[in-house]
């Protein structure tokens, strides 16, 4: 069964401080992505991965930076949190490059 | 900028009826189109893919393609208050590198 886990559902940081989101998946997919959804602005995208150690930036990725060090594992990190960085937080991965995608819970992150 | 446009809503249909979610994109290039159902606060779950022209039928769901009208529509059949959600429709293209891109949703609401 595809499963893609966050580290936290819900997330309180303050201004300034690094924040470290994590998504492990347990398909042994190769692509995986980081999105943020907002009301009324949909789902954005951040960054992503085609294979390890690789990246590419998305539509939004200032303010934001990656890590893929194992094939399982894609981290988003928030450098210095800022309040407009406060939003639903979803990752995905997928297999093939035209391959159904699949999310992950999300992580509700608040920065006060 | 590859758009891909859909009516926001909320689109009403009583208990029993024909739901009818409609989207179009830009990008000729595009290559698979999906269907997402988002429940409020959830992440979004796959509903439909769909390569070809012509429809694919899924059960209560059947998705529709037309790419010389660039346009993608998810049908459910006898509509039940569980289907009440935001539908998302997401495009992937190549010219987007592979990334994939979603509209903004639409909200269906069914009536018991």
């Known amino acids: 069964d595809v499963k893609v886990t966050q580290s936290s559902r819900y997330l309180v940081k303050r201004t300034g401080e690094k924040v470290f989101l994590e998504c492990v998946q347990d398909m042994d997919h190769e692509n995986m992505f980081w999105y943020r959804q907002d009301p009324g602005l949909g789902l954005r995208l951040i960054y992503f991965?085609?294979?390890?150690?690789?990246?590419e930036k998305g539509d939004i990725p200032e303010g934001y930076s990656v890590s893929r060090e194992k094939k399982e594992r894609f981290s988003l990190i928030l450098e210095s949190a800022s309040t407009n960085q406060t939003s639903m937080y979803l990752c995905?991965?997928?297999?093939?490059?035209?391959?159904?995608?699949?999310f992950g819970p999300g992580t509700r992150l608040t920065v006060l | 900028q590859k758009e891909v446009e859909q009516n926001s809503g909320p689109l009403s249909v009583p208990e029993g009826a024909i739901a009818s979610l409609n989207c179009t994109y830009s990008?000729?290039?595009?290559?698979?189109f999906f269907w997402y159902r988002q429940y409020s606060g959830k992440s979004p779950e796959l509903i439909m893919f769909i390569y070809s022209n012509g429809d694919k039928e899924d059960g209560r769901f059947t998705a529709q393609l037309n790419k010389a009208s660039q346009y993608v529509s998810l049908l459910i059949r006898d509509s039940q208050p569980s289907d009440s959600a935001t539908y998302l429709c997401?495009?992937?293209?190549?010219?987007?590198?592979?990334?994939?891109?979603f509209g903004k949703g639409t909200s269906l609401l069914v009536t018991p």
């Open positions: 990008d000729r290039g595009s290559q698979s």
């Open positions: 997401a495009v992937i293209s190549g010219n987007s590198g592979y990334a994939l891109n």
């Open positions: 995905a991965s997928r297999q093939g490059l035209v391959d159904t995608q699949y």
């Open positions: 991965s085609y294979d390890v150690k690789m990246k």
